[in-house]
């Protein structure tokens, strides 16, 4: 099969690469669509030491499963495949499996390739209202309503999320309705405008520690929760300058490398320092069933996967939106 594989520091197109043998209780995944998220990005800087197939958000139809109910069925899939037997597993915390494998991330081949392999209980049949487009979307909404699930957000909540790009607008368009006091602040007024549309407040980013920062606050007070998605390493210096004492920080970003952070000002405004990571799938379909999210706006554009190595480098240029891969 086609597929871009990640090895030695180098990402190539490989034209033969092994189609992938589903083992017991895994479905084949023939892949239509792919998207290239800021993972993947930071994935071919070093990110996770991972060699092999990248790519986890997709739409693709089951080959070969042994769940009759799946077979021929138009899927999206959680990209955790856990042990099933640990003590985290059991706790109900599969996602945290010390032993799983995570779909183009972690010792698992992933959807930058004409197949796949997942567990068949990973998998969400997709209703004939959310299109193959749609669909690559829903593995990043989901990450956004785990928001939601971790931090208790009220309508009267004073929320503010830091970025502008894909995960941004997510977390944007799925926090809008919880709390009526919300803010994004981005770099890229193109993005902004596509929360304007949906009556969203929106304004430019300041910088950490800078005159403007101050002015941020001083118009709209310092925030309850702030959700940093900007991908960026100031974003979370950011981030502690906007949340109140006592608040609440979610750090949505993976970035390759380190970063710096004040310690201190944790302990001084006794901040809580959330991590958050993949999310339940069940509320991201039905939000893009029912058109409570609306991604309509926001694919940047689309290549055939014998282009990734430019499909990569258009999605990671400032303020791009989706960029897809058409592959089967």
Known sequence: MKALVFENGRLRLAED????????????????????????????????GFEGIPGHEFA????????????GRRVAGEINAACGSCELCAAGLPRHCSARTVLGIAGRSGAFAEYLTLPEQNLHPLPGTISDEEAV??????????????????AGSAVCVIGDGRLGLLAAQVLAART??????????????????RGIHTALAPA????????????????????????????????????RPRGTVVLKSTIAGARGLDLNRLVIDEITLTGSRCGPFEPA????????????????????LEQGLEALERAGQPGA?????KIG
């Open 137 to 154: 979307f829903i593995e990043p909404l989901a990450a956004a309503f785990e928001i939601v699930e971790q931090v208790n957000i009220g």
């Open 180 to 197: 009526r006091d919300l803010l994004v602040l981005g770099h890229h007024p193109e993005n902004l405008a596509l929360l304007k549309r």
């Open 285 to 304: 379909i039905e939000a893009l069933a029912s058109g409570q999210v609306d991604v309509s706006g926001m694919i940047g554009a689309s290549f055939r």
């Open 321 to 325: 939106l989706k960029v897809l891969l």
């Open 60 to 71: 693709g139809v089951v080959e070969q499963a042994s769940d009759p109910a799946l077979s």
């Open 17 to 48: 690469y092994p189609v992938p043998v589903p083992a017991a209780g895994e479905a084949l995944v023939r892949v239509r669509l792919a998207g290239i998220c800021a993972t993947d990005l930071e994935i071919i800087k070093g990110y996770m």
């Open 208 to 243: 950490a520690g800078t005159t403007a920062a101050a002015e941020t606050i001083a118009a709209a007070g310092r925030f309850d929760i702030v959700v940093e998605c900007s991908g960026s390493a100031p974003g979370l210096e950011l981030a502690m300058d906007l949340v």
